[in-house]
């Protein structure tokens, strides 16, 4: 970094300098709203989709964003007005990381000065707020710009050099070599069966059915890789093909036609802080190596959508669910008019509704389900009727449906 020119940034008057750290003392206690909104501006017309839509990948940048933000608030607290370095830490690492696995870059300047003019709005709102001596006001304004801008640029070409370090790193590695040949695969790219097995070390042929595991945080990577192995023996394969996605995610894919059970997945998992699970449905050839991993990345940003808790989540009992949440404010809407009074009754009323219908309107069968009396169930179900606005028998697939978007977004 040059050092610093005095004439873009002289040193603030006692008054300045004082009134900087206010305004930075300000915005630290209200950090978690602003980095909402500089993550939701960023992310308008970004040319990189996959960092609001994949859930890893999204907290990765907000992590980034928090991380920048309350550098530059801190730095001028202590040492107002002067150029701040840029954060060198763990979390612009392994952002670097995340977006280098993606195949994505640093080229994507107008998320970064929308996000910038969202911080500079909030500074710019705090200084008005904090003194109405014209003044003050021009130089707090002035050193505090400069301040503020140059920390951007300094922090985007910090930045740069990370992911253009990190890509040398995997150009070297045989992991490169593995992602470029998923990605051709996933585009649906005309490359031999036979080169693709020979790149990855995985026979294409046959059933595949496809995996994401990851950790909300950083501290949970640790359950990745034991969560990895545990899903492939409950799938009941003996072998997996493994991408690192990121940080903090995998892809996985086995050889397997056989779709194993919500029950025995979190079981499998229950153990690993942290560690979440999203399946796709087997599938044959090619075809099915595609289509099974597209099933759990949109299993996976279904919880996501949703800020769903649950740890494991498989595509085929969340494909409706997929569709409806595309809007989730339509959605909301579907759930109101479906559920009406139900969708805030008791929830063992309304896992009854939603377990009698998946065993196929079988009182006894749902009973025996949820250990408890036939009686029982049929109590619970005159209860649901009595609060939907339309009965079950004339609206089951739509109340089934809203029973499961709830049943995912409660946890």
Not at 218 to 247: D, I, N, Q, Y
Not at 367 to 377: G, I, N
Request: charge should be negative; proline fraction near 4%; include cysteine.
């Amino acid at each position: 970094m040059d050092k610093e020119p005095e004439h873009l940034w002289p040193q603030p008057r006692g008054e300045v300098a004082v009134l900087m750290r206010v305004v930075a003392e300000r915005l630290l206690e209200s950090t978690a709203a602003l980095v909402e909104g500089l993550v939701s501006a960023s992310r308008r017309g970004t040319r990189y989709p996959a960092l609001a839509e994949d859930p890893v990948l999204s907290e990765s940048d907000r992590r980034m964003s928090r991380t920048l933000l309350v550098h530059w608030l801190t730095a001028n607290m202590h040492n107002p007005g002067r150029r701040v370095p840029p954060c060198v830490d763990e979390a612009t690492l392994s952002y670097a990381r995340d977006l280098v696995r993606r195949g994505m870059g640093i080229d994507d300047l107008g998320s970064w000065r929308s996000a910038q003019w969202v911080a500079w709005r909030a500074w710019l709102d705090t200084c008005f707020e904090v003194t109405d001596d014209l003044a003050d006001l021009r130089d707090l304004l002035d050193v505090s710009a400069a301040s503020m801008i140059t920390f951007v640029d300094d922090s985007i070409a910090a930045l740069s050099d990370h992911i253009d370090a990190e890509r040398q790193e995997l150009v070297r590695g045989a992991q490169a070599e593995r992602q470029a040949t998923v990605q051709l695969l996933l585009e649906g790219a005309p490359i031999s069966r036979a080169r693709a097995e020979a790149k990855l070390g995985y026979a294409l042929t046959g059933d595949h059915l496809a995996a994401v595991v990851w950790v909300d945080s950083l501290e949970a990577t640790s359950s990745l890789e034991p969560a990895a192995e545990r899903v492939m023996h409950v799938c009941g394969a003996a072998r997996r093909l493994t991408l690192v996605a990121s940080a903090a995610a995998q892809w996985l894919w086995v050889p397997s036609g056989g779709l194993p059970s919500v029950a025995d997945l979190e079981q499998a998992v229950a153990e690993l802080p942290g560690a979440r699970v999203a399946l796709g449905r087997p599938a044959p050839d090619l075809g099915g190596f595609r289509r099974s991993h597209l099933d759990a990345v949109t299993a996976q940003r279904v919880l996501a959508r949703l800020g769903s808790a649950r740890s494991v989540v498989r595509y085929q009992d969340v494909q409706l669910v997929a569709v409806l949440t595309a809007d989730l404010a339509q959605a909301e809407h579907f759930v109101a008019d479906t559920l009406g009074e139900l969708a805030s009754a008791d929830p063992r009323v309304r896992a009854t509704v939603l377990t009698y219908v998946e065993e196929r309107f079988n009182a006894s069968a749902a009973a025996e389900r949820l250990f408890t009396h036939r009686s029982t169930v049929e109590r619970r179900l005159a209860r649901a009727d009595a609060l939907l606005p339309r009965p079950l028998a004339d609206n089951a697939t739509n109340i089934a449906a809203a029973l499961m978007l709830v049943h995912l977004r409660d946890g």
